[in-house]
């Protein structure tokens, strides 16, 4: 979803905590702003200019952009005096923006090798400067600088998905990591009822930061339901792919059987032949059964359900299932950068490890409306055509998943950490 | 959506009507595949293999493909020492069911010059001929029949959809029926309210003939809303478009805005350079301010909505309406092949016309199942990437549609006859 | 060639021969229109139709096509009073004339099902009644004339090729002739030399009829050289495939390779699997091992060259030694419409049952001027990227080849008659 | 030519001279391995991986693919103990070379971050050190390491004319050099007249190094003609870009105005929008009357000619006006990286600042014969669809150049320094 849009929070603040939550939200900007640095730390300059395809973009284009987000959005209307570092730039590192204006062709953003990598620190220096110094001097807008951090934690995701996709084409497989640690054996899955009826779905509004798209808040009807008590595994699917997953048409959606014929699939996205490796962020790493699958696209786990003889679940069962947890583990912060291991915990990794595809299509909740202005083309006008997925992954930051967190990406998308829930109906 | 796929119905019969219904039944049979004929009776030869894309099909191969259903399902299966007419033909005219087998490639489907007309309309014969000797023998295949008969509606309104579509690069723009009759102006719009709650949606099990993807009958949680009392016009239309409609990123879905700039759309299909005319199939013909819009495709009706500070109505909003009011006008009954001009009474139009386009992505209910077999794959695998549509056109059978019908077509297809049915939150 | 290009010839007629000259063109023109028609009684409206790549024309659009030549490059101009049968006709039926107007898409010429078969033979009549007039009138019309007739034989033997190769894609194999008669084996390939030297090539003006791009006739330095005796048979070129010919990279050009890995081409066109039969418009027959071999292209035939340890020759080496020999045997008037059976006498078939490659890119011979107006459009801008070929086919008019005659295509083509003629640097 | 093609020489070496051969080979080694690093040593990391299209290359590509060369075809078969740097650089760095085995996807070589700068040199060093050893010991090897040497020669001037076509879409317009110095304006064209006759082409054999493609040495009859004294300039060029030259179908080949349809081309590759500026390796720069025009393709070159009433001199005609001169100005060595302002001269500038596209297709000589081997791949085998052209450029060494030297490139490109050299047959 991040590479697409993503929604501006509406929360306003009281005006008696205004100093303390300027230093607070100055001191998380300088922690999120470090961290994006620090995921680039062990890249070399020639791979901070990747791009393998249209949908990922170069890590220092990812760097560029955030800063951009900032200047754009609240250094230039807002602070007074402030210069832009370069005129050029509001239209370089442009994502999507209409209302702001022209964007420079997706396709070539590997092409822009200059501003080079020491002119985007300097630039990122500049903004970070001017932020602070903003933040301290204008709480009114909070909202909108912790809309750019949080723009800021799905780019850093989408900075290591797509820095692991532009690698994955090199035969000699860097590694920028650690493999995974050692661990036990994971049992059956099991299912776990819940009852539904009329529930609320949705962000109660005036709680916390949530992006648009996950509000308002509204009644659903659901009927019982189960849903499995952890993602499926990497040993889980190789049945499926070893008992001709990939070449039985009815198990697939029309359009997902049309996506393996034209594409000529054969299996799941970096898995190496004889389905023993696959390419992780620490090179090429053997396949372990108790690992969380990751990496699948909605047709893939679609298809895999239907093998299983389950389903997906939508994402108003999930969002209920999810709202009796929290987040725990699994996160970007543990450092693995790919999913761990499956526990036998009940409704385990809920959170964490690999976003979830649900059975939601990605459409507006009843009553929705986007922001004003140009932010307002965070969410909204990606509604249609995609996916929701739920949940997080090992490349989200803890801090910036929820229950009612809606991530979303074509159903063709398999480059993100994304993996299978399975539920069933009673 | 009938280009991809419809369902199957799962009625039983109680014995002791089996007479009587065998008779009805093949009158049916009888009416419906003469229809069929009648529809390409102002066709020449040259014309029923046209084929201007791969979306649409000759209509030589719908009379064809119909009867391979035919053939396929129920006489090779069922009906003892049916032979089959031409041992290719399976595979000719096999459309997409890959439990059959192989399929030709649906973009050369025009090439099929042979079998020609004449073999075609002798197959026919024999099918027909064959089928009546069966209905009489199998009262048991009654929901089969019925399923074929339903299948063969859906292709009679292709095929007008497509020979409109394939005429339409001709730049003598052939005719092939009546322009649109004079008519009264149309009033403004007006929104009805409705209030909502938990209601049932879906086919009631075991009333009539329904596809199985109209089921099962659930109960869904409905907000207030109100629903325009007729589509919108092609008057209401052309002020969009001189409004600067197709040139506005901010009334348009991102898909919608790259389907803009990478076609080069300028404007709504058939309306011919100075948007005074459109293609119809009585040839190049006036555009009329109270005639129905039709052709627009979900992105069209989106902007167009959001440009009119409305939005689409879900299709259980638009069945709750629809299960109120009965199909009266507006169908391929009436010859006219093409939408009438709009009338101002209360909630009018919703079946005939234009198909609507719903703000719903079509996707199973809480429940589905597929038939099993074949046939199965008439509905469920094209679950995915495609939104719903309701209510029937000009081009559909008035005995064809009902309130809990679903039709579904990608997105960016505009070539049937879907309008746009506008909706509010209130 | 003729689907793209072909020239204005430059003769001027004495004064004295008018009247007979008129007579004896005129029933040249009734002969050769005729004839176009004659070679579509085979075919059924439906067939009239098919295009099944944009480099063929559908048979009907060559009827109307050769019409409006007449129509446009001599009725319209020169006979006072005549009216065009449709103002949308100059622009329906040019097929590369800027100097005329727009062009209908070549891709879309399959959708003109209006004008049908009747409306395209009464069109015909038109401009035939009026060009008998015409021809009677003006005698110093004859160059144009003629050049119109030779024209329509070069589409004749499109007619032919494109009508095989749209028929080839449907699984029926439909069939219009007849197969080949019985014959005798074939000898092995001998080779003849030629001394070469200085020698004149090219059309020597004013003796008959010629395209513009045979001249002017200009001296060429030829080495010594000998030419097989005959071209290369179905047999000779089974043994390059069954020696793995179509899977080693280094008997081809680096296009010719591209070509194979990007198409996934395994042999030739119109042989089926197993390599026993081929498609041919007596539909499938088996091959024969004395047949000339056809169908293949440039980097087939130059494949083919290098595996044998020969070349192609080149044009100038070719016409030397055709112009030493008369067009005997192996045309369109013979009504096969496929190559026959290898002769053992020396420099056989250098005329008729195929186009033979040359090792020459089609190129402006020097001092090469192309005729004024948009008539000079037909041979000077398709010189480059083509390939020439010599000598005519089994689907050429006997009386429409010349030793100096120059066809061309390019190199990837092979939809044409179009076979292998050994050479080698002695 | 060199992204595809160059040519094995043949040259063998009397045995009295080797000890200073190899001396002299060797500095000529180290000499031109240190201008590739040279030539780099503006570039920053970001810069060294670029790639625009499949046509270039990255220049950290072109370091390693030509270190390659001399590891592949010198020291892995002929220096005793020599161990390859890692056994996958087989496949990362080869091009073309099917005789050698798979070749990574050309399009991806962008995504080629490892091995990074660092081990490019470090490699390139391992590599001299072992060449210059091989080099004393083996002086039986000179003619393929002075193929190697001409071979990183010509991916010299690849380097420079693929990272001026990356650095062009960067909308900052990276500047790498000086501009233009200043000059003085140049009179008008004149042509000066050459009587051909029966004249020998091509390079005579044992002379000095020469690539295969330019032998063997034959006659050739050539008509009397006149060649312009100097290249067209980027003045006379704005005259046919002001006389609507892109827009008037009548001065293109067919494959040409297909070419600018298709491509929706408007002016030459890298003028900026009204002509006043173009894109040069010194960034953005004035154009000047008296600069000589470069980045043209062969149908630019053609229309041109055809709107001047002249045309393009065959590679015949031009090689003998050649033989009458030197090479002497406007070579890479002079740092000026774009081409210089024309003289007045009699025929100037045959040598140096633009390739000059001629009328001929490259073609193999009579008589040729490619070296046998993988290296046999360097020119033959792409002996079809390209045009030759003549006398090196700006981009080219001036010790590479002579007048039998045929570089050759498809119709439609124009990324080389290559011009326009006007002629007429007199």
Redesign the interface.
């Known amino acids: 979803m991040q590479s697409?849009?993503h929604g501006t929070g509406g929360r306003t603040l009281p005006d008696t905590a205004r100093q303390d939550v300027s230093h607070t939200l100055a001191s998380e900007y300088w922690r999120i702003r470090r961290f994006s640095e620090q995921l680039c730390e062990p890249l070399?300059?020639?791979?901070?200019?990747?791009q393998?395809c249209p949908d990922v973009s170069p890590p220092?284009w990812h760097l560029a952009h955030t800063t951009w987000f900032f200047e754009t959005f609240l250094l230039k209307p807002e602070l007074p005096g402030y210069r832009v570092r370069?005129p050029?730039y509001e239209?370089?590192f442009n994502s999507?923006y209409?209302?702001i204006g022209e964007q420079?062709p997706r396709p070539?953003r590997?092409?822009?090798?200059?501003?080079?990598?020491e002119e985007v620190q300097q630039w990122r220096q500049q903004v970070d400067t001017a932020m602070v110094q903003l933040i301290e001097q204008r709480p009114d807008l909070t909202a909108l600088v912790t809309l750019g951090l949080n723009h800021e934690q799905q780019h850093q995701e989408l900075l290591l998905t797509d820095i692991k996709y532009?690698?994955s084409?090199?035969?000699?497989a860097?590694s920028l990591g650690q493999p995974l640690p050692p661990g036990r054996p994971v049992g059956n899955l099991t299912f776990q009822p819940l009852s539904g009826g009329?529930v609320d779905i949705g962000n109660p509004e005036g709680s916390h930061f949530a992006f648009d798209n996950e509000g308002p808040r509204?009644?659903?009807?659901l009927?019982p339901f189960a849903l499995a008590n952890r993602p499926v595994t990497q040993g889980e699917y190789r049945a499926f792919v070893d008992d001709g997953g990939y070449q039985r048409?009815?198990l697939?959606?029309?359009?997902?059987?049309a996506w393996i014929q034209q594409q000529g699939i054969k299996g799941p996205l970096y898995w190496h032949s004889g389905h023993r490796d696959h390419f992780t962020l620490a090179g090429l790493q053997p396949l372990h059964d108790s690992q969380i699958m990751a990496h699948v696209n909605?047709?893939e786990a679609?298809a895999y359900a239907r093998w299983a003889g389950k389903r997906l679940p939508t994402e108003q069962e999930w969002e209920l299932a999810a709202s009796q947890t929290q987040p725990a583990r699994g996160f970007v912060d543990n450092g693995l950068y790919q999913p761990g291991r499956a526990l036998d915990t009940p409704l385990a990794h809920l959170f964490g490890d690999v976003w979830e595809w649900t059975?939601?299509?990605y459409?507006?909740y009843?009553?929705f409306r986007p922001a004003s202005g140009a932010v307002g083309e965070y969410n909204g006008?990606?509604?249609?055509?995609q996916m929701v997925l739920r949940g997080g992954s090992c490349a989200t930051s803890r801090d910036h998943i929820r229950a009612s967190y809606r991530n979303f990406f074509y159903?063709h998308h398999r480059w993100q950490f994304s993996g299978i829930r399975l539920a069933e109906?009673l």
């Open positions: 697409h849009g070399c300059p020639e791979e901070m200019g990747l393998a220092r370069h050029r239209y370089l999507y209409n209302g420079f070539q590997h092409l822009l090798s200059r501003p080079d990598g532009s690698l084409f090199n035969p000699l860097p009329l509204h009644p659903v009807w009927a048409a009815e697939w959606l029309s359009d997902g059987w909605y047709y679609d059975a939601s299509a459409l507006p009843p009553g006008k990606f509604m249609c055509n159903p109906t």
